[in-house]
């Protein structure tokens, strides 16, 4: 259990030692199946599920899913304006339905080389990926999240990453990597976030490269390899107009995009944001907020905890604005998809305990 009070449990969504999902929830939430939990609080107003993807270069084994416990304590410690606009605060927990971050298969590190035995299979445990793995590893989680959790059906989610995983977090949103002229044809291939908010993200991995150095070209080409054309096509930043189709790539699938940057951030220069927010006002018809006043070093940030908490505090706030607007969903949309959780609610401890997915579940390719 956390400082939040939050349950943790932890799931397996393939078989590699990384693929695994932590989630947390209030006790009271993690004794009811998704279709029996509230889905607005007291005052009426919609809690939303926060996705988190966790940064490292792709590549750093010391950071892992739960590096988005600070950001868990200091967000349920937040308070949120209400959403009718009425005067005054409520605490930012009764705007939680859960939070759940994502644990990926990560490629090599030159420092953290590992030893295999000559006579073992080590598929599973070794860090050997390459792209597509990342992203696909992002996918199958947020659909394994969809059936467990009703993401899609039942809550809303917020999608967050820190450096690279705000990369993939964007990546996800725009399909990427797809071909040119593809267009949309059929639905999108996962639930859908409301918002997508990326911290101190990478958007333009050739830029970076170029202004930054060689030390920037060894982990990207340890992750994507040396082509720069592929560089290109998975750069959230660099979307190209043959790519779109009606001038909306974005527009489809989230309200809002958040972009939150530090000046005190030592890895990942201001080139990014103003990367990442020129194609958005270019090219999204959503609603784009930008933060360059974050506080505290690019690793800082997520070991604090506080600037993530309150960049997705104002993230809520301006969903509430947007949905306002927009006319609120119903709540019993959540009636049209009630699976069955496979995890059975009987052993909650204060402490973490691993739930394996059912063999249904297992993604193709898992073994990778």
């Not at 070794?126 to 999240?145: Q, T």
Request: aromatic share 8%.
């Amino acid at each position: 259990m956390t400082d939040s009070g939050m349950i943790c449990m932890e799931h397996r969504y393939g078989t590699h030692e990384l693929q695994k999902i932590a989630v947390w929830r209030f006790p009271e939430e993690a004794r009811a199946r998704f279709y029996e939990a509230s889905l607005t609080n007291e005052r009426g107003e919609m809690k939303y599920w926060f996705v988190y993807l966790h940064g490292g270069a792709w590549r750093d084994p010391r950071i892992t899913h739960f590096s988005a416990e600070p950001s868990i304590n200091a967000l349920c410690q937040s308070t949120i304006a209400h959403a009718d606009g009425t005067a005054g605060s409520s605490p930012m927990r009764g705007r939680i339905a859960g939070v759940a971050s994502i644990s990926y298969r990560l490629s090599p590190h030159p420092k953290y080389r590992q030893e295999t035995a000559p006579n073992r299979d080590d598929k599973d445990r070794v860090r050997n990926a390459r792209h597509p793995d990342h992203i696909d590893d992002v996918r199958k989680a947020l659909k394994f999240l969809d059936s467990h959790y009703g993401f899609d059906g039942t809550f809303s989610y917020v999608l967050v990453g820190h450096s690279v995983g705000a990369t993939m977090g964007l990546q996800y949103v725009m399909e990427l990597p797809r071909e040119k002229g593809a267009g949309r044809r059929g639905p999108f291939p996962g639930p859908e976030p409301h918002a997508v908010v990326g911290v101190e993200g990478l958007y333009d991995l050739p830029g970076l490269v170029k202004r930054c150095g060689d030390g920037y070209r060894e982990f990207i080409a340890g992750a994507y390899g040396e082509e720069k054309e592929l560089w290109e096509k998975m750069s959230p930043a660099l979307l190209q107009e043959d790519w779109l189709e009606d001038g909306r790539t974005y527009n489809r699938l989230c309200h809002l995009v958040v972009l939150g940057w530090s000046p005190d951030d030592e890895l990942v220069d201001g080139g990014e944001i103003d990367a990442m927010e020129e194609t958005l006002r270019k090219w999204y018809f959503g609603v784009t907020k930008v933060s360059r006043n974050l506080e505290g070093s690019h690793d800082g940030i997520v070991e604090d905890g506080e600037a993530i908490a309150r960049l997705l505090v104002s993230t809520v706030e301006e969903l509430d604005k947007i949905q306002d607007h927009l006319g609120r969903p119903s709540l019993h949309r959540a009636m049209a998809r009630r699976r069955i959780a496979n995890e059975e609610a009987t052993s909650f401890t204060q402490g973490r305990f691993v739930v394996d997915a059912p063999g249904d579940d297992e993604p193709e390719g898992a073994t990778n």
